[in-house]
């Protein structure tokens, strides 16, 4: 079991206070818009796809991304962002390419990426996020970085846009909407070249594994062909579901109001944290980055005993891990528990 998986067993079992996994909060999820959904959904809709997901939703998803500047490629319907992710892998290894990421980046791409014996390379994580470098295919989050929450600013989206001439983006688009200033362009809006990720499970709900793959034309019937070795369709009926929310447009209104709920906690955290540690405050997604004056994993087991578990960052690297380095999510938790588990952190860290 990973670092995270360890830490969200342990918060469910003791009701610790949980800065550890990315996990969305429940309150902002649309309950009532997914019941009605449901009950419009017919025996018909239960059966199998084709293997890129049931043609409308295939088309509303396509305008969905295209409202945000992403055009020229071809959709498919995965079972959220880990399988999208997946499948790229599988891709990059039939071409025998390797993967660059930021370093440090996504624990879980970085899992997949060596369960399918890629080639694993980094590049540094500055200000801004991954820094633009030479390879055969490139993993970047632009917005709400896993797990520094920093977010490239104009240029250097546009610097990955060039770059994507030479080599195969992959973005990962997920926390795309959840951004607390002004809206980012994403990077795959500046180029038709490269592969870009955006999952409902953020601005949903995870509970419906669902997510939207879009690739050039040129790879696409090759993705297909590959997509039963890993999951031969999305579950049919979260495509339903999916199809009636975007259609309804309660995608874009929920992003809009979880957008306000996430703004909150982390203001919450960012306010407790001022004075006391280094950190990032973010502008986008669900994390805090912090680098403590000793090791996190010493920080982590003082924090327990507190009931207070969060991850400590050296997971996340690919090389040259700083055992110092800290995620805090500040997603699950309210910002009245927010406040009281920053509370017990200052206590810890001003020893």
Do not use: C
Request: no cysteine; aromatic share 8%.
């Amino acid at each position: 079991m990973s670092i995270i998986g360890e830490i969200l067993a342990e918060a469910e079992r003791t009701g610790a206070i949980n800065f550890g996994p990315g996990m969305p909060d429940p309150s902002t999820f649309p309950v009532e818009e997914i019941k009605s959904a449901v009950g419009d959904v017919s025996a018909d809709e239960l059966n199998y796809t084709p293997y890129p997901g049931r043609p409308d939703l295939v088309e509303e998803a396509t305008r969905f991304l295209e409202r945000r500047g992403i055009e020229g490629r071809k959709v498919i319907v995965t079972a959220g962002g880990q399988e999208a992710i997946a499948l790229l892998a599988l891709y990059l290894k039939r071409h025998h390419m390797g993967i660059r990421v930021g370093n440090p980046s996504y624990l879980e791409a970085l899992t997949t990426f060596r369960a399918f014996d890629l080639s694993v390379s980094s590049s540094p994580v500055d200000e801004e996020g991954e820094v633009p470098d030479v390879a055969d295919a490139y993993y970047i989050i632009p917005t709400g970085h896993n797990p520094t929450g920093r977010t490239m600013g104009k240029e250097r989206r546009e610097a990955f846009a060039q770059l994507s001439r030479r080599v195969f983006l992959v973005e990962d688009g997920t926390y795309d909407l959840l951004y607390y200033g002004k809206e980012p362009t994403p990077v795959s809006a500046l180029t038709e070249n490269g592969a870009y990720i955006f999952s409902l499970s953020k601005v949903i709900s995870p509970g419906l594994r669902i997510a939207f793959l879009a690739v050039p034309e040129e790879m696409y019937g090759e993705l297909i062909s590959l997509r039963p070795a890993l999951n031969i369709v999305a579950p049919p009926i979260s495509q339903a579901i999916a199809l009636r929310l975007l259609e309804r447009g309660v995608v874009e209104r929920n992003a809009e109001r979880a957008r306000e709920v996430y703004r909150k906690k982390r203001d919450a955290m960012v306010k407790g944290l001022k004075g006391v540690i280094d950190f990032v405050e973010p502008t986008a997604g669900f994390f805090v980055w912090t680098r403590f004056d000793r090791p996190a994993m010493e920080v982590l087991q003082e924090a327990r005993k507190k009931g207070v578990v969060f991850v400590p960052g050296e997971g996340f690297y690919v090389v040259k891990p700083d055992p110092h380095t800290a995620r805090l999510s500040f997603s699950k938790e309210t910002p009245e528990r927010i406040r009281e588990g920053v509370e017990k952190m200052r206590e810890i860290l001003s020893r």
